[in-house]
T-cell receptor
Framework: AQTVTQSQPEMSVQEAETVTLSCTYD???????LFWYKQPPSRQMILVIRQEAYKQQNATENRFSVNFQKAAKSFSLKISDSQLGDAAMYFC????????????????FGKGTHLIIQP | GAVVSQHPSRVICKSGTSVKIECRSL??????MFWYRQFPKQSLMLMAT?????????EQGVEKDKFLINHASLTLSTLTVTSAHPEDSSFYICSARDPGGTRVTQYFGPGTRLLVL
């Protein structure tokens, strides 16, 4: 079974600064997907960024970028120019690339990192 | 992105009663939906995968007779918590898979807060 570990329960950053959230995972599969989801106080899960394991290039979405190290099984999220609206819980998630029609394509989540933005 | 809705957003019920939660894909068809549970200050845990027209697939440790899932149409999946007890109080979130080419990304509903007294 796959596991996802987020070792930082809480992070704090000054507005406009850059912050990096850590995520490591354990899998025996060679093909999979990794995600970062944001959960603000409303508790609506919002997709931040997605990375395909077969792609060497790190995914970027505006101020959000990842550092994907496949050999190290590491998938960190960098948020540049932090804004007050970035304050939320951030969850790292894993999904197998194999479609079996069952739970294999459900997401396995880490425990989350609570990001605080200080004005 | 794809929009997923849930109803109700919150529900309070007495112990022993059953509660039904609906998950709808509003602007796309979803052959597969997922149900997650999130306890306070904890992560999301996959409960089951809901497949249109067939039986749901439950994760290990999830009682299928307690958490009944019905995916009768391409836009609606329901989760019924039968004979609810206080320990079932939680935040239940559904998601549907991206209907696009890759069918990889999951889009989440806004969640349902269940409180069992």
């Amino acid at each position: 079974a796959q596991t996802v570990t987020q070792s930082q329960p809480e992070m704090s950053v000054q507005e406009a600064e850059t912050v990096t959230l850590s995520c490591t995972y354990d899998t025996s599969e060679s093909d999979y997907y990794l995600f970062w989801y944001k959960q603000p106080p409303s508790r609506q899960m919002i997709l931040v960024i997605r990375q395909e394991a077969y792609k060497q290039q790190n995914a970027t979405e505006n101020r959000f970028s990842v550092n994907f190290q496949k050999a190290a099984k590491s998938f960190s999220l960098k948020i540049s120019d932090s804004q007050l609206g970035d304050a939320a819980m951030y969850f790292c998630a894993y999904r197998s690339a194999w479609y079996s029609g069952g739970g294999a394509d459900g997401l396995t989540f880490g425990k989350g990192t609570h990001l605080i933005i200080q004005p | 992105g794809a929009v997923v809705s849930q109803h109700p957003s919150r529900v309070i019920c007495k112990s022993g009663t059953s509660v039904k939660i609906e998950c709808r894909s509003l602007d796309f068809q979803a052959t597969t939906m997922f149900w997650y549970r999130q306890f306070p200050k904890q992560s999301l845990m996959l409960m089951a995968t809901s497949n249109e027209g067939s039986k749901a697939t439950y994760e290990q440790g999830v009682e299928k007779d307690k958490f009944l899932i019905n995916h009768a149409s391409l836009t609606l999946s329901t989760l019924t918590v039968t004979s609810a007890h206080p320990e079932d109080s939680s935040f239940y979130i559904c998601s549907a898979r991206d209907p696009g080419g890759t069918r990889v990304t999951q889009y989440f509903g806004p969640g349902t807060r269940l409180l069992v007294l």
